[in-house]
């Protein structure tokens, strides 16, 4: 790696579509938000040819989704694919958010690629939330490297961001995560800030320097060569202990000189099956220059370095009954098995479905087999359908290059697949298939819409559907107690892109209001009541009479009616009036206007009239004499209580304790776990999580994930019960 530099390669540099998977490799680039993914994503296609200057196509036009990179620089809210060509090898680049907000995209790239690179800004160091993704990455077996960006700056220190990197992403292996290259510095300026004009190959021993916009090789001076001599032999024990060839060491230990090819060969192996970790320094190429700083090594060592698709283990599959099934990984003649990893809409196209192929080829104006996920509780409705595909295309910003198929292991765009939706699985229509699903993360901030007007009313069912068909991790919610329709999101980020994607794409306004906890009520105590409906106004009348008994019962209980009537006081067939009665009352609430829970209420005794006496007056009793019992108890008001599990590192579990406590949260224990940190459990009041999932981000830096699950309804503090029910008297 780093030996050769590469012709200007053209209209060339822009792929296309692959012949063969060997031919492939899938990136995804992942960094926190403003790490520089996306202006490095720019200078690679820079110098592989597929741009001739930033923000230009190859022949002069303008790439109008460079534009939105500057847009997702600010914002960082979806997917993108922008492929390449270098040395006849497809280089797919999934540009990924770095938002927190919108780990789902993130996710689904990790899905669509083989390999990752972690881009670290040299000025702003490695953050909590990257972490966590190297160490997905790791428990999957991903091959990685990572990318030392923002070397520009005035701050900015390459050997330290090594240390930093080996401190972090290295475990118990810090010689796992070592630099291939060294930066090369230029004269001091007048700030004392000596800028970054190339670099050392380690292995190769050789300077490579861009102060003039193109990739120059020379031999390094003999003065220079002892200041690499250390990381040079520590890059090469690094490669040496991750070799297959277990004689190596030895041999080297025992002063056998290791030739070059050798080594470039076992960290190519090392590298690709996710054992070893380079770190390599990159720059945007400078105003009318052609290759940015450590461009050439990166396309390199992903061309090189990198896995094909054929070692990318093919996710589980199953039929449509579950029953598994054994695809080969790549095989462009298998059975087809594709994924939707993104979906779109397109003003002009409409849906655009970005696929990742993992078995047999796709080609267009098939008819395929699109198989759901079963995400119904996200408001995802599941469905087996055939859909005929559209155009297939490979993208370069908003434009589309058309390709007559994609074979297993690439990734392209296929139009108009109007019932597919993100993670949903393409398969031949004579053989369904479903893929396993990847992890969607869970949405835990609430966001209670309605529509702003009755024109809106009107499209925004249809909004909704279109907004969650794109975005799985968000969650849709008829709340049935409240009546509200919620948008489960994960952040207040991710809920802004949702509503301005409601008004831009699908012409829909709506208006945020507060999100109601579904409460309850229930008998703090025995009660009596006398339900008595008496009515007369020419002809038939009103007549019915009921005395009941209302008593607590556990939680969980719902309504319990006993009859309990003597002697015919209640006629048979107006007992059960006597309940339906009851149970609308109990459903209306008898304080403040929420469900009546838990109870058992006794029918003891009534009166009837031959001729007035009724179904309805009978009902009409029954409610009555529940709202009397209530009106001589005490009325619990009852809210909801989540069990809440915390994971955050070891450094912030006290001030996650100490905020749960003042959420009224009851601290059921803590949990050691890898990694440094600790699973906290505990029960927390709905009514205070409602915010949870953006103060514990602050709260933690990002580094703390958390989960809830409904465990039961229990009495509300009189204190805040009693604000509550003012504010229903003050509504009505």
């Avoid at 040819?49 to 939105?68: L, P």
Wanted: aromatic fraction near 4%; proline fraction near 6%.
């Amino acid at each position: 790696m780093g030996d050769k530099v590469k012709e200007h390669p053209g209209a060339a540099g822009r792929a296309t579509a692959a012949d063969h998977p060997a031919s492939v490799r899938n990136v995804v680039l992942v960094g926190h938000s403003g790490s520089g993914k996306t202006t490095l994503v720019e200078a690679l296609a820079l110098t592989a040819g597929a741009v001739n200057r930033a923000g230009r196509v190859e022949d002069g036009g303008t790439v109008s989704d460079y534009d939105d990179i500057e847009h997702r620089q600010q914002r960082s809210v979806q997917l993108s694919l922008v492929p390449v060509d270098w040395d006849g090898i497809k280089i797919n680049i999934l540009d990924t958010p770095g938002y927190a907000d919108f780990v789902g995209e993130l996710r689904a790239g990790l899905r669509a690629a083989d390999a990752a690179l972690f881009v670290v800004s040299a000025s702003d160091g490695v953050d909590g939330s990257t972490r966590m993704v190297w160490e997905e990455c790791a428990a999957v077996g991903m091959p990685r490297a990572i990318v030392v960006t923002h070397l520009e700056a005035a701050r900015a220190d390459f050997e330290e961001m090594t240390r930093v990197c080996a401190e972090a992403f290295g475990g118990d292996d810090p010689d796992a995560v070592l630099p291939l290259y060294l930066p090369l510095h230029g004269p001091q300026g007048p700030d004392g800030h000596a800028p970054v004009t190339g670099l050392v190959g380690l292995l190769t021993q050789k300077l490579f320097d861009y102060s003039s916009g193109e990739r120059k090789e020379s031999e390094p001076g003999p003065d220079q060569l002892p200041d690499i001599d250390e990381a040079r032999n520590r890059l090469i024990e690094g490669i040496i202990s991750e070799s297959e060839d277990e004689t190596l060491m030895d041999r080297y230990l025992g002063g056998e000189r290791i030739d070059l090819k050798t080594l470039i060969e076992d960290l190519e192996r090392a590298v690709a099956r996710g054992a070893f970790f380079p770190v390599l320094a990159a720059a945007p190429a400078a105003d009318g220059a052609r290759q940015g700083l450590g461009t050439v090594e990166l396309l390199e060592l992903v061309t090189r370095g990198f896995p094909t698709p054929f070692e990318h283990p093919t996710p589980g599959v199953t039929t449509i009954d579950g029953v598994p099934r054994d695809i080969k990984p790549c095989d462009t003649g298998g059975p087809l098995v594709a994924e939707v990893v993104k979906t779109a809409s397109d003003p002009y196209v409409g849906r655009v479905s970005l696929v990742r192929v993992f078995s047999g080829t796709l080609r267009p104006d098939e008819t395929v087999h699109v198989s759901g996920h079963g995400l119904a509780d996200r408001g995802h409705a599941d469905h087996d359908v055939d859909e005929k595909i559209g155009a297939l295309s490979t993208p370069f910003g908003k434009q589309q290059r058309p390709v007559t198929h994609v074979i297993a292991g690439d990734l392209a765009c296929v139009a108009k697949l109007g019932r597919a939706e993100t993670g949903d699985t393409l398969s031949g229509r004579d053989d369904p298939l479903l893929m396993e699903p990847w992890e969607m993360p869970d949405p835990l901030l609430p966001l209670a819409i309605q529509a702003h007007s009755k024109a809106d009313e009107d499209k925004l069912s249809q909004g909704l559907s279109r907004l969650v068909a794109e975005d799985p991790t968000m969650r849709l919610e008829q709340n049935q107690n409240t009546h509200q329709v919620v948008l489960w999101c994960l952040g207040e980020a991710h809920a802004d892109v949702a509503l301005e994607r409601l008004r831009s794409r699908y012409g829909v306004q709506v208006d945020v209001v507060p999100h109601r906890v579904s409460l309850r009520e229930t008998f703090a105590g025995r009660s009596a009541g006398r339900g008595r409906h008496v009515k007369q106004s020419g002809g038939h009348g009103q007549f019915a009479i009921c005395e009941i008994e209302v008593e607590p019962l556990p939680g969980g209980s719902g309504i319990e009616f006993v009859d309990k009537v003597v002697g015919g006081a209640v006629p048979r067939q107006f007992i059960p009036s006597v309940e339906k009665g009851i149970r609308a009352q109990a459903a209306k609430g008898v304080a403040a206007g929420y469900p009546l829970v838990d109870v058992r209420v006794t029918l003891l005794d009534g009166k009837a009239h031959s001729v007035d006496s009724s179904d309805a007056a009978f009902q009409t009793a029954g409610a009555l004499a529940l709202r009397e019992a209530a009106a001589d108890a005490r009325i619990h008001l009852l809210e909801p209580v989540a069990e809440v599990s915390v994971l955050v590192g070891d450094d912030y579990v006290g001030a996650v304790m100490s905020d749960l406590s003042g959420r009224r949260g009851r601290v059921l224990g803590t949990e050691q776990t890898s990694g440094g940190r600790t699973l906290i459990k505990a029960e927390v009041p709905e009514f205070e999580i409602g915010r949870y999932a953006v103060d514990l981000r602050s709260l933690s830096h990002g580094t703390a994930r958390f989960s809830r699950s409904y465990a039961r309804h229990e009495p509300m503090p009189p204190q805040i019960a009693e604000k509550i029910r003012e504010r229903v008297k003050e509504a009505s």
